[in-house]
T-cell receptor, first 118, second 114 residues
């Protein structure tokens, strides 16, 4: 079974530029998550999709970050314009979960995209 | 809100030494608890989990017991190997929101030397 795919693996941009990350979850997984992992910290959930609908985006800085999952499969996360503090690893994860009350479904993580903003 | 506190690293051990990484949590009710491992250059992998009090999760020689009375989920291994060198994250999945949200600790880097 193929895992969660992410691209690119590394990206270096200057501040105020824009950048986009792509994620393809495990086939059949209804729920997709984007996490931000700043160096020395644990991952922080940015946004969670259930199929193509947003379940939780309470920690997404909506003035500069956006995400979409138009067909309920792959997803893109965009930052525009980027700031120095956006330097981090952006992790995508997926799970089978098809409802909002299940506590049973494991999240599978991709390898992440390491973003450096200079 | 939910939070996880784990011991700071790096933790440096000799091969075959005993490992303990402390983790405590704050959450409402009975969250599910997890340990994830992140090897260099790779994504997070689930190492073990426990979903209710007194459950013991185990995998690859690692163990952790869900202790509600001390709100802890300490990770242990009797004899570490060089290949165990990685960053270990304690996490919880709370009961609020219903969205399967994970809250992570800051991670503990483990270095095992020959």
């Amino acid at each position: 079974e193929a895992g969660v795919a992410q691209s690119p693996r590394y990206k270096i941009i200057e501040k105020r530029q824009s950048v986009a990350f792509w994620c393809n979850p495990i086939s059949g997984h209804a729920t997709l998550y984007w996490y931000q992992q700043i160096l020395g910290q644990g991952p922080k959930l940015l946004i969670q999709f259930q199929n193509n609908g947003v379940v939780d985006d309470s920690q997404l800085p909506k003035d500069r970050f956006s995400a979409e999952r138009l067909k309920g499969v792959d997803s893109t996360l965009k930052i525009q314009p980027a700031k120095l503090e956006d330097s981090a690893v952006y992790l995508c994860a997926s799970s089978l979960e098809r409802g909002t009350n299940s506590l049973l479904y494991e999240q599978y993580f991709g390898p992440g995209t390491r973003l450096t903003v200079t | 809100g939910d939070s996880v506190t784990q011991m700071e690293g790096p933790v440096t051990l000799s091969e075959e030494a005993f490992l303990t990484i402390n983790c405590t949590y704050t959450a409402t009710g009975y969250p599910s608890l997890f340990w994830y491992v992140q090897y260099p250059g790779e994504g997070l992998q689930l190492l073990l989990k426990a979903t209710k009090a007194d459950d013991k999760g185990s995998n690859k020689g690692f163990e952790a017991t869900y202790r509600k009375e001390t709100t802890s989920f300490h990770l242990e291994k009797g004899s570490v190997q060089v290949s165990d060198s990685a960053v270990y994250f304690c996490a919880l999945r709370g009961l609020t929101g219903g969205g399967n949200k994970l809250t992570f600790g800051t991670g503990t880097q483990l270095k095992v030397e020959l």
